[in-house]
């Protein structure tokens, strides 16, 4: 299983990055989780513009979702077109939401590209991988996701505060990218967002190999949150995520 971060910028596309997006391969299978604002062009440097087979949504925020509109037109548009319809695993206003978004009636809005299925807790089959959404702690329908394949596991907390069903998801993961929203203080919000330490503590409990801290929001110094995840009681190896980053879990 290969997983490339296409983007890492929490809320909205940095000067380094776009916004959350990652791409992950198997056995010539091609998933995204999170299609967010900014991701569309940087994920051709990485695959064709027409080679993704699914995408998993963790939920409606355009910092995770929006570029599935620009993708609607190029497989609506583009000189083959139509192409086929892909998976679009994702919460239940999705359909609505997105259309909305592009300036689109629901009928037939963005069906005619997208097969949407909706998420729920529980486990899905996407081509090769066998994904596990469970739902986190974020203010509207939020999911983190299990991705295994061929004994490897990814896990990606998408948006969310300290969260016990993230630890349950990233039980024994080789990876997990994990979002660091905040710089640490004693009174940051709860069910919204984490810093660098919560995450690390996540990742401790949950025994997981590597730590990749994500959805960094541009106006912070990535340093301090990396200084916060020194404190978060993780011994294993921890970074901060970078666009095009690759992993190979094999």
Not at 189 to 204: F, I, K, N, V, Y
Not at 224 to 232: E, T, V
Request: net charge negative.
């Amino acid at each position: 299983m290969k997983v490339t971060i296409v983007g890492c910028s929490g809320s909205f596309p940095g000067p380094d990055s776009p916004a959350s997006c990652y791409l992950v391969e198997a056995e010539g299978y091609r998933m995204l989780l999170d299609f967010g604002s900014g991701s569309l062009g940087a994920l051709q440097r990485h695959i064709g513009l027409y080679d993704v087979d699914a995408v998993f949504l963790t939920h409606l925020h355009a910092d995770h979702c929006l570029d599935m509109c620009g993708y609607h037109v190029a497989r609506t548009y583009g000189p083959a077109a139509p192409y086929p319809r892909i998976p679009v695993f994702a919460p239940a206003d999705a359909p609505a939401r997105l259309a909305a978004a592009y300036g689109m009636p629901d009928e037939p809005g963005m069906e005619t590209a997208f097969d949407f299925v909706r998420l729920s807790p529980g486990t899905f089959q996407a081509g090769p991988f066998t994904v596990t959404a469970g739902l986190v702690n974020h203010p509207v329908e939020a999911y983190g996701f299990r991705v295994s394949h061929d004994g490897h596991v990814l896990a990606y907390s998408g948006d969310t505060g300290e969260s016990e069903e993230l630890v349950k998801l990233a039980d024994g993961a080789d990876l997990m990218l994990c979002e660091a929203s905040f710089l640490d203080r004693p009174d940051l919000p709860t069910d919204l967002h984490m810093s660098g330490r919560q995450a690390a503590q996540h990742a401790a409990r949950a025994g997981v190999g590597r730590l990749v801290l994500t959805h960094l929001v541009p106006w912070h110094d990535n340093a301090r949150i990396l200084d916060d995840a020194s404190r978060g009681g993780f011994a294993g190896p921890v970074e901060l995520a970078r666009s095009g980053a690759v992993y190979d879990l094999s």
